[in-house]
């Protein structure tokens, strides 16, 4: 993890924390002076998102150490479980939402009308959620931090119970309070499926699942791009944590120098990793006349539909090289080159008869 990443995701966890405080603050106030059931549930609610965010703050801290002898791929595998402290937080809110709707509908017990200084500070409270929404999904999803991207998701969800409970003010004010856990109701839907979104893409990076196909398609493309590479195969990429550790073979012509396989090695590993989503690069290299190849299905098709789109493109559709093509290819000049060999070889019996006379008439004039 570069320094620029440590410092970018330290400091969106510091400002989502001084916000959250500082809406307890203001809601707080509020509360304080009109007595708003709804005014007071946001400060409860900002008050356990600053806890949390204090947690989120403390895991991105300890996700951006730098590798050590204990952790020598560095610590990014804690952010997902960071994502998912964030989703039981997300799931605790949906859940306490729900039920103070329910139980306020069937008591038939609604806040009180907060007046301006409430609807003011419930506005104030979903413009400020909405900023920190915007500025830590751009963050995360520019710096691959999925702690910062459920941080961000989070902050929707609190733009929607800042909606409700806005709607509970103005209710109230118009007569009408029982709109309040209605809409409070409705929103504790968005709420659980937002837990749901956060679980889910979190999970895929602990178990080590496959990334998307577009990225796996350019990692392919980029090892054949090289022009010594003749195939690829066994290409296996994964995430570890939030990054994705690749392996694969690449066939190389057999009669090379070990410095030259280990240049054509490095050169590749080196195309692979300046991916921005890739952490580790492994490459394997096989020497094209042991026929190691093998069918890569997978990667057949990776190369064939690019090269599809590239004719579409107007490219013509040399997009890719594909190992059994780079074969029969390598196949056929040898062949030839056998030909051309053997037609060197061979000599005719009027050749040998001439070379014959020409030894005699050597050794007679040696002998005058």
Known sequence: ?????????????????????????????????TGSLA????????????????????????TTQPPDFEHPHGH???????????????????????????????????????GTAAVAVLVATAG???????????????????????????????????????????????????LDPIAGAVVSIGIFYTGYEIVRDNVNY???AAPPEELR???????????????AHDVVAHYVGPEIDVSLHIEVE?????????????????????????DDVFVHVDPKELGEWKPDDEADRLVESESELSGRDGDGGGGGRTESGSHADDDSDSDDESRSDGDDDESSPDDDDARDRSVGAAEDRSSV
């Open 1 to 33: 993890m570069s320094e620029d990443r440590r410092r970018v995701v330290r400091r969106v966890g510091a400002v989502v924390l001084g916000v959250n405080l500082a809406l307890v603050l203001a809601k707080g106030s509020v509360w304080w002076g």
């Open 76 to 114: 990014e595998r804690i952010e997902p479980f960071v994502s998912l402290f964030v989703a039981v937080g997300v799931f605790v809110a949906g859940g306490a939402v729900l039920w103070n709707a329910a139980t306020s509908i069937l008591s038939g017990s609604y806040g009180v009308n907060g």
């Open 128 to 178: 400020a959620k909405y900023g920190l929404y915007r500025y830590c999904l751009r963050i995360g999803e520019e710096r691959h931090s999925p702690a910062i991207v459920a941080a961000a998701l989070d902050n929707r969800n609190d733009i929607l119970t800042a909606g409700a409970a806005l709607v509970g003010v103005l209710g109230a004010s118009a007569g009408v309070p029982v």
């Open 254 to 278: 057999g009669q090379m120098t070990l410095f030259e396989a280990h240049d054509i090695e490095s050169e590749v590993v080196e195309a692979v990793r300046a991916m921005p989503e890739v």
């Open 217 to 231: 398609r350019e990692i392919l493309e980029r090892a054949l791009e090289h022009p010594q590479v003749r195939g």
């Open 39 to 62: 005014v007071g549930s946001e400060a409860v609610n900002s008050l356990a998102d600053s806890v949390y965010s204090l947690v989120v703050l403390a895991g991105l801290y300890l």
């Open 206 to 208: 602990l178990v080590g």
